[in-house]
Each structure stands twice: as structure tokens, then as C-alpha cells.
């Protein structure tokens, strides 16, 4: 699949070999940042939406902290560290059905259970981190937590195609039972939808998306770019579409720009960090916004 990258990664090249774009992009590593923002964004943004319908905001913040330990056990096990995906994805998937099922199997409220899950999850990585610091400089998963284009590379980039192509295919098709079953569960039963089954699948999108955009975004901060993003375009809409839209392309946005930023102007900001602070930046203006102006001020969802 490298092919799919070589065709616009050397076309991006070549226009700042030109002058036409910053000099910047004639390293391949920012237009593999670039390339990924464009899958990330827009992921995050649509799926963002349905995390602030369900208010799962902890539940996708559970998982991204679940992803870390899911390397160190990979390491441990003897995955290379710079891509330990069999055990990230195998580990957080099981943390994600697990923790839905108790949910549904002891009707304890979500921030009790998750909040137990999360501090497990927690225990088990930093006894495994003890392990992995004999083996690798744990500084290195310093990317892992906070994000690094720096060490995006093809794989990352198939993981993250792959999962894209995979959510859409899921998710695009089921969204409105999913936004139904989310707002009124008992008229999704009446009208024939299972509801545990599509949260069992919702459950999974969030697991596998915040798995593969781990390297780009940041085990600790990939749940902001789920929430924020979406937040930020509730505040202005009245409307699912308006909200599912504006959610997107702030998202992306937000992706873009902290991408760039911190390579044109030589900021000492990881990738992760700058995507989350712009996101933060466009929730505080549209929050600003809503304030300010009359008729935003009755935008609810």
C-alpha cells in the first residue's frame, strides 16, 4: 500500500521544491503528518459527535490511557516498540468489551465502573513499564503518550487507512440507528434496533480509532480530539447536521494546523499537544461566540 502515499507524498514534495509551499514539506515525515491529518480529522470529528451524544467522553480517555499499557505488554512480549499494534489493539478491544458488558451486567453507573477499569488499566502499565525500562529508554514512549510525526512512518499510515476505511464502512450506514438508540433507547427497541449489539459496536469503533491514532495524536490526548472538536460545534448548531459538519471540519482544523505550526514557526510543542491547544483555542472562541451572540445562545442538542 506505500504506493497509495508515494503519489502525493512526491507531489507535495516537489511543490516545495518549487517554492510554491513552505520548504518545510520537502520532508517526507511532515507530508506523512499532513497525510495523516486529513484521515485523522475528519474520523475523530464525525465520531466525536456520537461521543457527546452518549457522553462517553471518559470512556474514550479510559481507552487511550488503556493503549499505553497495551505497549508496554507489547515490548514485554517482545513486539518492537516503535509499533507494538497486535497487543495495543488485542488489549484495548478487550478492555473496551469487558468494561461495556459489566456495564450492562451490573447497571452500575458508567463513571464508577470506568473509573475502576481506568485505574486497573493504569496498575497493570506502570508495573509492566518497570519491565519495559530494562528492555527500551522509557522516553520513548513519551510519543506514544503525547504524539510525534516524527515517528510516523508507512505502517502507521496503513494502520490508520485501514481503520478509516473500516469505520466508514461500519459507522456511515448504522449512524442514524446509533444517534436514535443513543436519544431515545426505548423507541430504538420499538422500532426493531438492537441496541446493546450497535453499542457493543460503537464500543469497538472508539477502541480501534483511538488505537490508530495513537503515533499522531497521543495516547493521553486522543480524547480531547474526539470531544472538543464536537463541543465546539454544539455550541453554534441547532442541528444534527450542522453539528456532525462543523464537528468535522474543526477537527481537521484543528489536525492541520497543529501539525504545521510548530514546524513553521520552530515551537518546542509535540504534534499531540499543538492539535489539542488549536481544538481548545476554536472551543473557546465558539464558546465566545455563543455568549455573545443572541441567536446562538439557544443552540442545544
Known amino acids: 500500500m506505500d504506493w497509495l502515499y508515494d503519489i502525493p507524498r512526491q507531489y507535495i514534495i516537489g511543490l516545495a521544491d518549487e517554492g510554491v509551499i513552505h520548504y518545510t514539506f520537502l520532508y517526507a515525515f ?25 457522553r462517553m467522553a471518559f470512556f474514550s480517555q479510559a481507552v487511550g490511557n488503556a493503549a499505553l499499557t497495551g505497549v508496554a505488554i507489547g515490548v514485554i512480549l517482545g513486539e518492537s516498540y516503535t509499533a507494538p499494534y497486535v497487543s495495543m489493539f488485542s488489549f484495548c478491544i478487550l478492555f473496551g468489551l469487558f468494561l461495556n458488558f459489566s456495564k450492562n451486567r451490573t447497571k452500575m453507573s458508567s463513571d464508577t ?10 496498575a497493570i502499565g506502570a508495573t509492566a513499564l518497570l519491565w519495559v525500562s ?15 510525526i516524527l515517528t510516523v512512518n508507512d505502517t502507521d499510515m496503513n494502520v490508520l487507512l485501514v481503520t478509516a476505511i473500516l469505520t466508514a464502512l461500519v459507522a456511515l ?30 464500543v469497538l469503533l472508539v477502541t480501534i480509532l483511538t488505537v490508530a491514532c495513537v503515533k499522531i495524536v497521543g495516547a493521553i490526548l486522543v480524547e480531547a480530539l474526539l470531544l472538543i472538536p464536537a463541543a465546539a460545534a454544539r455550541n453554534l448548531n441547532r442541528s444534527i447536521r450542522g453539528f456532525v459538519i462543523w464537528s468535522v471540519i474543526f477537527s481537521t482544523a484543528s489536525c ?9 514557526w520552530d515551537l518546542p510543542v509535540p504534534s499531540g499537544g499543538a492539535i489539542i491547544l488549536t481544538a481548545a483555542s476554536i472551543f473557546l472562541i465558539t464558546m465566545i461566540i455563543r455568549m455573545a451572540v443572541p441567536r446562538f445562545r439557544e443552540a442545544a442538542l
Open 30 to 54: 511532515v507530508v506523512n503528518g499532513f497525510l495523516c491529518a486529513f484521515v485523522v480529522g475528519p474520523l475523530l470529528g464525525g465520531i466525536g459527535t456520537m461521543v457527546v451524544i452518549k
Open 113 to 122: 465502573l470506568i473509573g475502576v477499569f481506568l485505574s486497573i488499566s493504569l
Open 134 to 148: 530494562a528492555r527500551v529508554n522509557t522516553h520513548i514512549l513519551d510519543t506514544v503518550m503525547f504524539g510525534s
Open 173 to 202: 450506514p448504522l449512524y442514524n440507528q446509533m444517534l436514535l438508540a443513543s436519544l431515545n433507547p426505548a423507541l430504538a427497541h420499538v422500532r426493531g434496533i438492537r441496541v446493546h449489539l450497535l453499542e457493543y459496536v460503537f
Open 256 to 264: 492541520l494546523i497543529g501539525v504545521y505550526a510548530p514546524m513553521r
